[in-house]
């Protein structure tokens, strides 16, 4: 009796597991330099939760934190901060074009670590369709918890804003 009742437990569990991380979100660790000091300041490693309903319900917005799939790399995740959306028009620190408008379809990423991070400006605007969560709070180590806010430095506005605040 108790075996079935484990068994008809797993069962059960297993595709509601399965639909929570694929529709609602994860922790993940965070690696590298790329995002300090919002993530990693110390060189110590991060977990962050990434929430994917974020990303599914198009509430993206300039100065958030999303993973991504890497557009040199498929099997290969990476961190950044959403720079420009859409249409907006962006002054780029080392990319063929100085100022660039964001084509449709697409956003400007960067890492928090000027010159220490790869992302738009080494291989341009990437597609919406990479991001796969919004980070939103860091969940370890105990001493770093807290709520992720969408913060854009001074220096990394964009140039010319799109109407849009979110992208469609």
């Known amino acids: 009796m108790a075996f079935r009742r484990f068994l008809k437990s797993v069962l059960l569990g297993i595709p509601v597991?399965?639909?929570?991380?694929?529709?609602?979100?994860?922790?993940?660790?965070v690696d590298g330099?790329?995002?300090q000091p919002a993530l990693?300041?110390?060189?110590?490693?991060?977990y962050v939760f990434l929430s994917r309903w974020d990303v599914r319900s198009r509430?993206?917005?300039?100065?958030?934190?999303?993973?991504?799939?890497?557009?040199k790399d498929p099997t290969q995740k990476?961190?950044?901060?959403?720079?420009?959306?859409?249409?907006?028009?962006?002054?780029?620190?080392?990319?063929?074009?100085?100022?660039?408008?964001?084509?449709?379809?697409?956003?400007?990423?960067?890492g928090d670590h000027t010159g220490h991070?790869?992302?738009?400006?080494?291989?341009?605007?990437?597609?919406?369709?990479?991001?796969t969560a919004r980070a939103s709070l860091i969940v370890w180590p105990p001493e770093r918890w807290r709520v992720l806010t969408s913060e854009l430095?001074?220096?990394?506005?964009?140039?010319?804003?799109?109407?849009?605040?979110?992208?469609h």
Not at 17 to 29: Q, S
Not at 117 to 131: E, V
Not at 153 to 167: D, E, F, G, M, V
Request: charged share 20%; proline share 6%.
């Open 17 to 29: 597991g399965i639909t929570f991380l694929d529709c609602v979100g994860y922790v993940a660790r």
């Open 33 to 35: 330099i790329s995002m």
């Open 40 to 46: 990693n300041p110390n060189s110590d490693t991060d």
């Open 59 to 71: 509430n993206i917005k300039r100065g958030d934190i999303v993973s991504l799939i890497s557009p």
């Open 78 to 110: 990476i961190i950044k901060r959403v720079v420009g959306l859409q249409g907006d028009v962006v002054s780029t620190l080392g990319y063929k074009q100085d100022i660039l408008r964001i084509p449709e379809g697409h956003c400007w990423v960067e």
């Open 117 to 131: 991070s790869l992302d738009s400006n080494t291989f341009g605007p990437i597609a919406i369709g990479l991001m």
């Open 153 to 167: 430095p001074k220096r990394r506005q964009p140039l010319h804003i799109a109407k849009q605040t979110n992208y």
